[in-house]
């Protein structure tokens, strides 16, 4: 996943380089600009790392946040929390998920 700028309707925004959608409107004009140009640093910095990671284990697992929190133990909030980088991802769930793809229920 990767994110760019792109000035539409006169107004900065951050698009979703894959589906060409808007993610987040930054204003208008040199303060729009600088703006998006932020933004776009946090949207690209989230679309990496150990939250990305995670959404995108849980993804070819066929999993929902929700199906994953139940297997977890936590709240669908927390893994929500974890993926949008909200909250930091816990540095001991590697050996969860690792146990989860071993003991499939």
């Known amino acids: 996943m990767s994110y760019t700028t792109a000035r539409r309707d006169g107004a900065w925004h951050v698009i979703d380089a894959e589906t060409d959608?808007?993610?987040q409107t930054a204003g208008a004009g040199p303060a729009g600009a600088e703006a998006a140009a932020t933004a776009l640093a946090r949207w690209n910095a989230r679309a990496s790392g150990p939250a990305a990671d995670l959404r995108a284990w849980r993804k070819a697992q066929g999993?929902?946040?929700?199906?994953?929190?139940?297997?977890?133990?936590v709240f669908w909030i927390t893994v929500q929390r974890w993926e949008s980088g909200a909250r930091a991802v816990p540095p001991f769930l590697h050996l969860a998920l690792k146990y989860l793809e071993e003991h499939p229920s």
């Open 21 to 23: 959608q808007i993610v």
């Open 63 to 73: 999993l929902t946040q929700g199906a994953l929190a139940a297997k977890l133990g």
